[in-house]
Each structure stands twice: as structure tokens, then as C-alpha cells.
């Protein structure tokens, strides 16, 4: 045999050897890559896998926490939990035909006195949140209602009574705006990083206490976990359960029986009152009237009853005045008046001036109520007959006086102009006004004129555009009492396990400080207990023979309606006050004829006494 000449086959170069060796090298890369990784998704991670391939068949149902109690100093229950029926849809028992389904809304829908159309709607939109739970379509039907449904399961395939804890206050409408009220979560506070953890359907504070400490009143839902195939039916029996866990308790500094006291004080006329102690700021009544039963919320409020307590026509009940009253206070600002002019230098507390009934200035008249000339007189004598000339002398030196803003500093420091910063959702600011507040309004033409010295001489007595709440002046007086500590009213005492068990106390920031000169402070209060125990005294004819000493102010502010409004703010027990009691009624008129006799009640509950004696009628007025 012999090669054939024309066979010439080509030669494996060296180029080409090292390439099929990469193009090699590379395959065998790959493959072992993905050997090792299905080495590795079936042994090492095949158990992981296999889990939560287990967890796609198991789903959980939640079984709603009741929320812990609240109750106040003495461990009275204030809020609790109570049961409630509700009608609720199973999604796993519903019909399967549209049309079938539809029966059933109509028929639970003529049961509970709704439309089917809204039935449909309520089911339908809680169920795509969660497929898996039933949708509560009624809470708190009757038990002739859930008698019916049961006699007539076979008429209403998927619809179940449960048992839920609604809230209840047992105390109606005492209390109330403190309390607040509880309601389903709204979709944006379920995106909010406070309601963390909370679930379409859960009902969470919306105002008052029930918002302030939501967090410690709310409790951990619990669970049953129930297997479903792969279209979401459930199939067999529960698996587990998870208990719910009930909120914690919280206890209030309050006491039930001065809450108590206050509200059956104001008889149901629009006003405010608060009662604190004034070392600590610890609140032990506040309350606003017109005032409103909160079991109206528990479960759902009806469109009806929640445009009725929003109306003006019915007061706005509410409103909690106490913390939100926009205020002129009368004459009850004259403490801040007098601490101003004795600490900024305008008068010592033997500084006399004469007062002749009226003062003018500028072409105004300013007189003193009911045009009483009280002659010469300091300080002290000027708070116990509550000498408006007095104090509109004040008013006219400070304005022309350094910035012109000496009442307005002092006003902030008491704490006007500023929230008081208690533990409660809604509190306003108010107006201390100033020349820059007025003459902005007058550039922007929301007013007829800029400021004038008549603004401040109106200020000096708590009159004009002056805005404040009883919670504030409650602070201002609260700070002149102790000694120039601006304390911050706190209604939490602490956070406590079902039995009552301390777990958290609830500790208020450090009081601001102010500097108020011993001998100042001392005049002041001097000339408040002679307006409620010497003759002359505004509130004297109250106070004369209540049994225990206080020092206390008067109030009578003229409003925009032309109805005066009444104030009192008392000290109690008079020269080392632990408490101040605040208290306004609008339309009262003078502050001894009702707010005294108001704050003369809480007074009577907060120190225990047997207060027997009667109010004279006709009392001084101011």
C-alpha cells in the first residue's frame, strides 16, 4: 500500500490545541458548577426547602388580644374589656356559585338591617387583605340575632357568630375626653411605623389615653394555624394554636372621685377644670362639658351620633376644653401680670397706686368692673379686690417698657403660648399676643389695626386677644406655688401586668425653672388668700367658711359673644399648696357666682372634707 498524495488532512497546530483546551476547561467549569450547586439545593438545603414548601400549605388565622385595663390611683377600673358578639364569614364554607353567594348576603343582609351590596363589600374587601380569616361583617348584634343564625345554618352556609372584646366605660360620660376612644385601624396607620405589627381589622386608640399609651394597651394577637391546598381551601383539622396576650394595665394618677366631682361641678354648662398637684404635675381631674358617653365608640359609632357630637349646635362635645379652649381668662391672669412687673422692676410689693374706677388712655376709657373706685393700693390689696386700673397701669408701663414684651415673656415662661406637654393627643398652643403678632395681621390685612398700647393694658388683665386653656393657667399658678418650677402635667402613673404588678413607672421630663424671687412669689400669694378669706375679698363670700385655708383668684372675661365667661383657679392648703384646681364655664358670667362655686366642689372631693356650708348668692363680682 501506498499514501495517497492527494489525502492531506490538516495538522493539529499548537493555536488550535489551546483553544479546544479552553473551550474544554470552560465545559467542565460549568458543569461542575452546577453539579455542586444541585449538590447543594437537594442535601445541604433540601430540608430549608422543604419547610417552607410545608409552609405554603399552612396558613394562619388570628384570634383578636383584648387590650389591657386602665384604672386610676386607687386601682378603680376606669376602662375594661367586655364580650361582644359579632357575625362574621368564613371564606372555606361560602357557596362556590356567585349566585348562590349572593342569596346569602341578601338573607344575612335582611337579618342585620343592611344592604347587601355593603354585606358583599365588607366581605369581600377583608378578605383580600386576608384570605384566610374570617371577615367580620357586624360586631355587637344581639343575642336574639346570633339565636337566629345558628337555628338556620343550613340558610346561611359560612356565616358564623364569634365571640370579640369590645371595649367599655363603665363610668359613661365621666371621664370621657381623657379616655378617648378606640376604632379600626385606618390603611394609612397601618403603613405607620407607630402601628408596627397591627393587622387590617385590629382596633387600635384613636384618641385620649386609648392613643397615648396605645403601645402598652394594645396586645399581641394570637393565631390558629389551619392547612389549605393549593387553591386556598382549608383542608383538615387546626394544626395549633397560639393564645392571644392581653395588653398591658395602666394606672392613672387620676382620682375617680374628683374626676367625678368636676364633671357634676360644671352641671353640664360648656367649661373645663383641672386638678393638679403641684409638686409633681400629677393630674388628678380634668374634664371638659358638654361631654360624651364613649360606649358610643364600641364598637362603631354611627354616621348619625358622630355628626351630632362634632356639631356647634350641641357644643361640640368632643372638644375637651381643657386642653384645646381657646381663652381670654380675665382677671385670673393677674398673677402673671404681677410677677412680671416685680420681677422686671415696674413695682415692689409695697408699691402703691391710686385707683380712681377708670384710667384713660389714648381716648379709651378703661374702667374697673362695675366702675368701683378702690383708692390707694398695693399690691396685695390689688389681687384681693381684683383692681383692674391696678393692673392697666401695669400694662401701660410695660409696653413702653425695654422691648415692650415684659407680660408677653413672663406669660411664655408660666407656660402660655405653649403646649404644657401632657401625656394627651390634641393640646393646643394658644396666643400670648405680641406688636409683631398684630402688626403681621394688619400687613397681611386680616385685621383693622396694628398693635397699640390698649392691646397690652387689655393683656394685663387676661383680656383681648389672650388665648389660654385651664391646663395652663393651672401650670402658671402651679409654678408660683412651688417655688418657679414650670412642672409638666402627667395624667400616667405606671405600666402594670394584669394583677396589678408594677413593670414601668411613668416619670415626667424635668420640670422647667424659673427665678422668682422669694419675697415676689410670697406677695403674690399673700394677696390671693386675702381675696378668698378677708372682707373685700372677691371670693371671700365662697371661701369664708370652707374648711380648708386656700388662696384663689377670680375671673370674669368678655367675649366676642358679649356673654361673659367665669373663672376661678384656687390653691390649696393655703401657705404650702399642694394642689391648684382651674376651672371656666363659658356664658357663666362673673367668676365668683360659678366658678368658684365649681372649684369649691372639687375641693370639697379632693381634700375629703365635709363641706356642708352654703354659697351665698350675690357674691362680689369680677
Not at 73 to 91: H, T
Amino acid at each position: 500500500m501506498y499514501l495517497d498524495s492527494r489525502d492531506r488532512r490538516p495538522s493539529l497546530t499548537p493555536q488550535l490545541a489551546m483553544r479546544v483546551a479552553i473551550l474544554g476547561g470552560i465545559a467542565l467549569l460549568a458543569f461542575a458548577l452546577i453539579f455542586f450547586r444541585l449538590w447543594y439545593l437537594q442535601v445541604l438545603s433540601g430540608e430549608s426547602y422543604r419547610a417552607e414548601a410545608n409552609d405554603n400549605r399552612v396558613r394562619e388565622i388570628k384570634v383578636q388580644a383584648p387590650r389591657g385595663e386602665i384604672v386610676d390611683r386607687e386601682g378603680r377600673v376606669l376602662v375594661e374589656n367586655r364580650v361582644g358578639l359579632s357575625v362574621k364569614v368564613s371564606p372555606g364554607k361560602l357557596p362556590e356559585s356567585d349566585a348562590a353567594r349572593d342569596a346569602v348576603y341578601r338573607r344575612l343582609g335582611r337579618v342585620l338591617g343592611m344592604r347587601p351590596a355593603r354585606v358583599e363589600r365588607k366581605v369581600e374587601r377583608q378578605l383580600k387583605a386576608l384570605p384566610f380569616s374570617a371577615a367580620t361583617v357586624k360586631q355587637d348584634v344581639g343575642t336574639d340575632i346570633v339565636a337566629y343564625l345558628l337555628e338556620n345554618q343550613d340558610d346561611f352556609p359560612g356565616v358564623e357568630p364569634e365571640r370579640v372584646f369590645l371595649r367599655r366605660y363603665p363610668h359613661g360620660d365621666v371621664g370621657a375626653h381623657l379616655f378617648g376612644y378606640t376604632g379600626e385601624i385606618s390603611p394609612p396607620e397601618i403603613k405607620s411605623e407607630r402601628f408596627r405589627g397591627v393587622e387590617a381589622g385590629d382596633r387600635v386608640g384613636k384618641t385620649g389615653i386609648e392613643s397615648q399609651y396605645d403601645r402598652f394597651l394594645r396586645g399581641r394577637n394570637g393565631a390558629t394555624r389551619v392547612q389549605v391546598d393549593a387553591l386556598g381551601t382549608l383542608r383538615g383539622d387546626p394544626l395549633e394554636a397560639r393564645q392571644p396576650q392581653q395588653g398591658r394595665q395602666l394606672r392613672l394618677a387620676l382620682d375617680l372621685d374628683v374626676q367625678s366631682a368636676g364633671q357634676q361641678a360644671l352641671a353640664g354648662r360648656p367649661g373645663a377644670f383641672v386638678a393638679m398637684n403641684v409638686q409633681n404635675g400629677e393630674v388628678l381631674g380634668l374634664g371638659s362639658a358638654p361631654s360624651f358617653d364613649p360606649n358610643l365608640f364600641s364598637p362603631a359609632i354611627s354616621v348619625p351620633d358622630y355628626a351630632r357630637l362634632n356639631s356647634e349646635d350641641a357644643g361640640r362635645p368632643l372638644t375637651n376644653r381643657a386642653i384645646e379652649g381657646a381663652y381670654p381668662t380675665g382677671s385670673t391672669f393677674k398673677l402673671i401680670t404681677a410677677t412680671a412687673a416685680l420681677e422686671g422692676g415696674l413695682i415692689t410689693p409695697e408699691t402703691v397706686q391710686y385707683d380712681p374706677g377708670s384710667i384713660r388712655v389714648g381716648g379709651v376709657t378703661f374702667k374697673n368692673a362695675g366702675e368701683v373706685a378702690h383708692g390707694a393700693v398695693a399690691l396685695r390689696q390689688a389681687l384681693s379686690v381684683s383692681s383692674d386700673v391696678y393692673f392697666y397701669r401695669l400694662g401701660l408701663e410695660a409696653n413702653g417698657s425695654g422691648d415692650g414684651l415684659l407680660i408677653q415673656n413672663w406669660a411664655r415662661k408660666l407656660g402660655l403660648g405653649r403646649p404644657t406637654g401632657i401625656d394627651l393627643p390634641g393640646e393646643s398652643s394658644g396666643l400670648v399676643p405680641t406688636p409683631k403678632w398684630r402688626d403681621d395681621l394688619y400687613k397681611r390685612e386680616l385685621t383693622d389695626r396694628p398693635w397699640s398700647v390698649g392691646d397690652n393694658i387689655n393683656l394685663s388683665v387676661g383680656q383681648g386677644d389672650l388665648q389660654a386653656d385651664p391646663l395652663q393657667m393651672a401650670v402658671a399658678y402651679a409654678t408660683i406655688a412651688n417655688g418657679g418650677r414650670v412642672v409638666r402635667p402627667r395624667l400616667g402613673q405606671r405600666i402594670e401586668d394584669s394583677t396589678g404588678r408594677p413593670l414601668q413607672e411613668l416619670q415626667a421630663t424635668t420640670a422647667r425653672r424659673v427665678k422668682v424671687a422669694p419675697e415676689h412669689r410670697q406677695a403674690i400669694l399673700e394677696g390671693l388668700r386675702a381675696a378668698a378669706s378677708e372682707p373685700g375679698g372677691t371670693s371671700t363670700p365662697v371661701f369664708a367658711d370652707f374648711p380648708i385655708p386656700i388662696a384663689g383668684k377670680t375671673g370674669t372675661a368678655e367675649t366676642t359673644s358679649g356673654i361673659d365667661q367665669s373663672w376661678y383657679i384656687a390653691l390649696a392648703p393655703y401657705p404650702n399648696p399642694r394642689y391648684v384646681v382651674a376651672a371656666t364655664i363659658e356664658g357663666g358670667g362673673f367668676g365668683a357666682e360659678t366658678a368658684a362655686p365649681a372649684v369649691r366642689q372639687i375641693l370639697t372631693s379632693l381634700f375629703d372634707v365635709d363641706d356642708s356650708g352654703e354659697i351665698p348668692a350675690g357674691t362680689a363680682p369680677d
